[in-house]
C-alpha cells in the first residue's frame, strides 16, 4: 500500500453542531476518497468516541452546546493515551474573535485551524500535512521499540556460553547478570547436569578409593 492510499485509510473525527457543515465536510472527503471519516454532533460525541477506539486525527468545531471545542481540545490533551492525536480546530468567527480563537486555540494544543466557509483545496491539504505526521509520529514509534527490543539481545556463545558485553568483551553470564541487575547469585545442581557430570565423577571417584 502507498503512502496516499495509507493516508486516506487513516481514521479522522469531526465533530460539529451544524448539521450543514458536516454535510460539507462528508462531501469534501468522500471527494478526495477518504475512506475512515466518522462524524460527531458534540463535543461529548466526540470524547465518547475517542473513548472507544483512538483517531489519527480531529477535526473540532469551537463553538458547541454543552461542550465547546476548546473543552474538548483540554480533555484530549490533558489524557496521556490522547494527547498525541492533532487536533485541527474549526470556527466560524471572524476579525478580531478570529485571532483569539487562533491564539487560544493553539495555547490549548491545537496543531492547526481551519475556517468556515470550507475551502476544500485547504481543507484536504491541512488534513493530509496533520495525517502525514501522525503517520510519522506511529512510524518513529514503532522504530524506537525495535531498537528498544535490539538493545535487549544479548550476543552468547554457542559453546561457552558467555555474554558479549557492552564493551565487546567476552564474560560469563553470572557476571554480566551481576553486573546489570540486582540479581544474587547461589550455585546448585540441576537433576540432568548431576546424571552427566556429578554421578560419573562420584562413581569414579569410589572406583579409585577401591583400587587403592
Not at 1 to 20: T, W
Not at 37 to 45: A, N, P
Not at 69 to 81: F, N, Q, S, T
Amino acid at each position: 500500500m502507498g503512502n496516499r492510499e495509507n493516508l486516506l485509510s487513516m481514521k479522522i473525527y469531526v465533530a460539529d453542531d451544524d448539521r450543514l457543515n458536516l454535510k460539507i465536510l462528508k462531501r469534501n472527503f468522500k471527494d478526495n476518497h477518504f475512506i475512515d471519516v466518522t462524524q460527531f454532533i458534540s463535543g461529548k460525541d466526540l470524547v465518547a468516541g475517542i473513548e472507544h477506539e483512538i483517531p489519527d486525527l480531529v477535526l473540532l468545531d469551537i463553538l458547541m452546546p454543552d461542550m465547546d471545542g476548546y473543552e474538548v481540545l483540554e480533555r484530549i490533551k490533558d489524557y496521556p493515551a490522547w494527547n498525541h492525536v492533532p487536533v485541527i480546530m474549526i470556527t466560524g468567527v471572524s476579525g478580531a474573535d478570529e485571532l483569539d480563537a487562533l491564539q487560544k486555540s493553539f495555547e490549548k494544543g491545537a496543531m492547526d485551524y481551519i475556517t468556515k466557509p470550507y475551502r476544500q483545496t485547504e481543507l484536504i491539504l491541512r488534513v493530509k500535512s496533520a495525517l502525514t505526521l501522525e503517520r510519522q509520529r506511529k512510524e518513529l514509534q514503532t522504530a524506537l521499540a525495535t531498537v528498544k527490543r535490539l538493545e535487549n539481545l544479548l550476543p552468547i556463545c554457542s559453546y561457552c556460553k558467555k555474554i558479549r558485553n557492552d564493551s565487546d568483551y567476552w564474560e560469563d553470564v553470572e557476571v554480566y547478570i551481576t553486573e546489570h541487575t540486582d540479581t544474587m547469585f547461589s550455585h546448585s545442581i540441576c537433576p540432568s547436569c548431576y546424571e552427566e557430570h556429578v554421578k560419573p565423577q562420584l562413581k569414579q571417584s569410589i572406583e579409585e578409593n577401591r583400587k587403592k
